[in-house]
């Protein structure tokens, strides 16, 4: 008996700035165009179409690509993602210091992905780690070379601040804890509350992940 197998790559989860194939995806996509501005373009109190364009985003299996399609192109106006106008308001506010990780590496595998100032400065920390040179970082983020330059250096004071700090952080550590055994040492009945150096851990992880 003979069979015949496909092997198809999984879809990326980030795509280019150019890729809109998820659009066809849509559930949405076919719709007449009457049909589509009533429903995802309606008017401000339009309820029953705002209740009925939710319910099909709510199944849309491209809904995550919509949302971000709308982000990334500062797209304001109508529904996308199965949010409203008000609803996506606060993402479009923060938008700029989204921090997301599966950008980062998408940026790393060389697609022209849209980066908010804190994603830049994690791939150009990451780069500057891994070596790469000012005119590397400029193709991959497709910058000015003097910009690359400058994002360069700024990495290189970043990455040593952030050593710095971690050095200073062991030796606290170290003390806190002779000072611990100390204490416990003369008086085990009694634990005493010893005082700890305030450490910023998301601070740490986060640079961490970017270097």
């Known amino acids: 008996m003979r069979h015949i197998t496909t092997n198809h790559p999984p879809a990326p989860t980030i795509r280019g700035i150019a890729d809109h194939s998820w659009q066809e995806r849509g559930l949405c996509h076919g719709l007449p165009a009457k049909d589509i501005d009533e429903l995802f373009f309606h008017a401000a109190r339009n309820r029953a ?31 996308w993602g199965g949010l409203t106008e008000d609803e996506r308001r606060p993402w479009h506010a923060r938008v700029n210091k989204r921090l997301d990780y599966s950008r980062v590496k998408a940026a790393f595998e060389g697609r022209d992905v849209h980066l908010s100032d804190a994603e830049r400065e994690a791939v150009t920390r990451h780069a500057y780690v891994r070596g790469w040179s000012p005119e590397r970082l400029a193709y991959a983020l497709r910058l000015d ?9 700024n990495a290189a004071h970043a990455v040593a601040d952030r050593d710095r700090y971690w050095g200073q952080v062991d030796e606290a550590e170290a003390a806190d804890d002779e000072y611990v055994e100390d204490e416990n040492a003369e008086d085990a009945a009694s634990p005493v509350q010893v005082p700890r150096q305030v450490q910023t851990h998301a601070l740490i992880a986060a640079l961490r992940k970017a270097a």
């Open 49 to 79: 179409a705002i209740d009925e364009a939710k319910a099909i985003c709510g199944s849309c299996p491209v809904k995550k690509a919509c949302f971000d399609y709308a982000l990334d192109n500062e797209i304001r106006h109508g529904m």
């Open 145 to 153: 070379l003097d910009w690359a330059r400058d994002l360069m250096r």
